[in-house]
């Protein structure tokens, strides 16, 4: 697999050997430097011949992807309807009309797929009974209940005023119904593959256009809501709430059986340098830059994220089920079954993850920069553990001192760079080319022949690079900020508030203990956001990665492949600074059109009138049809 093609020279001898090299460095050590074997991340190469980089080709692909969406965009009800009708093979829920008219009033964009989320996240629910959704969502601890337009909840929790007030602004337009909430960061549901393909099987046979004859147009009406010291339902099923602290073993059940991440070999010891496995991304990439950003966060074919980021290493808390349950929450991993609300933070958002000030700074007064500052999150981070951790992997990849130290040691004893396969099979498959130090692809010889040139990576990444912990998050206490076993790799920097982060043009978002609160604030803004993540949000199928953002892969293998892109190359070669501001001004300015506040009360209100047909015993009746004559049905 032709995995280097021609990058710039400097770049094509050195930067395959240093992501990796680095890391080996960093997150082993170097007093144990010289045995310890890794696995490295190939970089991104060019295109054979054509002269013209894969990203070009990405961005080309991603301006027609917009088009072709915004060519889809409906502006009367009963195209609406009809679009919904096509996409959905069901009525529309009863409430559509006044749906459509929220919209309308809110000057929302109307694309059917923009609520995509919505049926993946309730397509399972119509193989339960009705009233056990109800049953399960009246008795859960926390929870917002809606009767004859009003919500209200008898919790104080934080997260649930925000979402209750979120609620309340479309109350009258909502009919009775009960919401259960997860009140952790992390998603509670992973309902193992297998009962999930009956489910979805069951939910299938539902799915027709009824007649609009038979359409039943009004939802039922609920009793009281329960009372907090009220006796729980005899027949509640009582989930099992699973406490597994590796929640990697969790997770992967919601994986096809044949999957990688249910076949490939349990990492259990994280005190090793991780192996980062290249192949596993060839499914999502264009010629090593992320293609296919739903399937880049599905770890599913992705085995070796089990040592790659917190959350399947071990989150700060674990509360699992395998049942379905009906639980709303703000983000989820692609196989979780959640329901995904817009997140309670984005909801009249503090500066803190907005930064409304400063994000307006135009484009040609900021600095060739990329700025990161955050906390040492993405889960509980030990001493045998915290290699796995992406936030510590990043962070010491942007570290030009780290980088030079690692570009000498490489130099110096390339023989130590041989690599692991972690039973993985990749060698045996013939794919071993994205493993091993190069010397698989053709550069192990090349590396040996550019002593002269080591340190530069280093410079030019201290160049550009204003990467930092504020907070090391250290299992132990009394070492804050700093901690006794990370503290040698990293320092401890003052925070940047948002507002002059935009100071930079290139602003990369990486997951934290869940999603990164930031991103919207980002997309806000005038700078360029560069992705990382495996968390779905509410939002995802109206972004466009190329148009709209930077997408990075989670080996972030590619990270100094979009620098060069964007800001220029060590060689002193010029960046696409122009590409780099129409993608920032992209992203900003579809946010103002369909990122608003107003934006995600649409998403809600068609969210909670498909939750409320889907918990109703006449579901399979129930619908919209008041475009029938119209429409000549
Ligand atoms: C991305 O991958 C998914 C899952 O394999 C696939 O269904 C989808 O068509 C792909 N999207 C594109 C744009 O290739
Ligand atoms: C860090 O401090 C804790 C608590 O004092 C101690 O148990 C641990 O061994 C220390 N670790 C290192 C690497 O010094
Ligand atoms: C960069 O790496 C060096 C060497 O490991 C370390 O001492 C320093 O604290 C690191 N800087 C940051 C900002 O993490």
């Known amino acids: 697999m032709a995995i280097h093609r021609r990058p710039s020279t400097v770049l094509r001898y050195l930067l395959p050997a240093i992501v990796f090299t680095l890391l ?5 050590g170097p007093r144990s430097f010289s045995r310890r074997p890794l696995a490295f991340s190939p970089l991104p190469g060019r295109k054979h011949g054509a002269g013209a980089h894969p990203i070009d080709d990405l961005i080309q692909t991603a301006e027609h992807e917009f088009a072709q969406q915004i060519a889809r965009s409906t502006t009367t009800l009963a195209e609406s309807a009809a679009a919904y009708r096509k996409r959905r093979g069901r009525q529309p829920p009863p409430g559509f009309d006044k749906w459509f008219e929220f919209a309308k009033q809110t000057n929302a964009v109307i694309v059917e797929d923009f609520w995509d989320q919505i049926y993946h996240d309730l397509e399972p629910f119509w193989a339960l009974p009705p009233s056990d959704i109800r049953t399960d969502a009246r008795e859960f601890e926390m929870r917002i209940a809606i009767r004859n337009g009003k919500a209200s909840t008898s919790s104080d929790w934080f997260w649930t005023q925000s979402w209750l007030q979120m609620i309340q602004t479309i109350e009258h337009l909502l009919p009775d119904m009960d919401l259960a909430l997860n009140a952790m960061d992390e998603p509670r549901l992973v309902v193992p593959w297998e009962d999930m393909e009956i489910l979805m099987q069951q939910a299938a046979k539902t799915r027709k256009v009824t007649n609009p004859k038979r359409v039943v147009s009004t939802f039922q009406k609920l009793p009281k809501p329960r009372e907090e010291d009220s006796p729980m339902d ?32 349990v990492t259990t010891d994280f005190s090793q340098p991780p192996t980062i496995a290249s192949p596993f991304s060839l499914a999502h990439t264009h010629h090593g830059y992320v293609a296919n950003t739903s399937l880049s966060t599905t770890f599913c074919h992705q085995p070796d994220l089990q040592a790659l980021q917190g959350i399947l290493v071990r989150p700060i808390s674990t509360a699992t089920t395998a049942a379905l349950l009906p639980l709303f929450g703000g983000s989820k991993l692609a196989v979780n079954n959640d329901i995904l609300l817009p997140a309670a933070m984005y909801w009249r958002g503090e500066d803190r993850f907005l930064g409304a000030a400063g994000a307006a700074v135009p484009w040609r007064a900021k600095a060739d920069r990329a700025v990161w500052r955050g906390v040492a999150t993405g889960g509980e981070n030990t001493a045998d553990n915290w290699r796995a951790f992406q936030r510590h992997r990043f962070v010491a990849m942007n570290n030009g001192t780290a980088v030079a130290r690692a570009e000498a040691a490489v130099v110096q004893r390339p023989e130590n760079f041989v690599l692991p396969d972690r039973g993985y099979g990749l060698r ?41 912990f504020t907070d090391l998050m250290c299992a132990h206490d009394g070492f804050w900020p700093g901690c006794n076993y990370t503290g040698e790799h990293f320092a401890v920097a003052q925070e940047i508030p948002l507002a002059e982060q935009f100071g930079s043009k290139v602003l990369p978002d990486l997951d934290g203990n869940s999603f990164s609160g930031r991103y919207l604030g980002f997309l806000r803004s005038t700078s360029l956001p560069v992705k990382a993540t495996l968390w779905r949000e509410w939002h995802d199928s109206r972004l466009v990665a190329w148009k709209h953002f930077v997408p990075m892969d989670n080996r972030f293998g590619d990270w100094y492949g979009i620098v060069e892109y964007f800001l220029g190359g060590p060689d002193g070669k010029a960046g696409r600074d122009e590409a780099a501001e129409r993608i920032a001004m992209a992203g900003r300015e579809w946010a103002a059109m369909v990122l608003r506040e107003e934006d995600m009360l649409v998403y809600v209100l068609r969210l909670l009138l498909e939750y409320a047909r889907v918990s109703d015993d006449r579901r399979e009746v129930m619908g919209w049809v008041g475009d029938v004559g119209e429409m000549g049905i």
């Open 24 to 28: 080996f460095y960093v997150l082993s």
């Open 234 to 265: 005899t027949k509640t099923h009582n989930p099992q709430w699973e406490d597994e602290k590796h929640y990697w073993l969790l997770a992967r059940r919601g994986c096809p059986p044949s999957s990688p991440a249910r076949t490939a070999p």
């Open 428 to 468: 045996a498959g013939g794919a071993g080319t994205g493993t091993g130090t190069g010397t698989g692809t053709g550069t192990g010889t090349e590396m040996e022949t550019e002593t002269e040139t080591a340190g530069s990576l280093g410079r030019w990444v201290g160049g550009w690079a204003d990467v930092a």
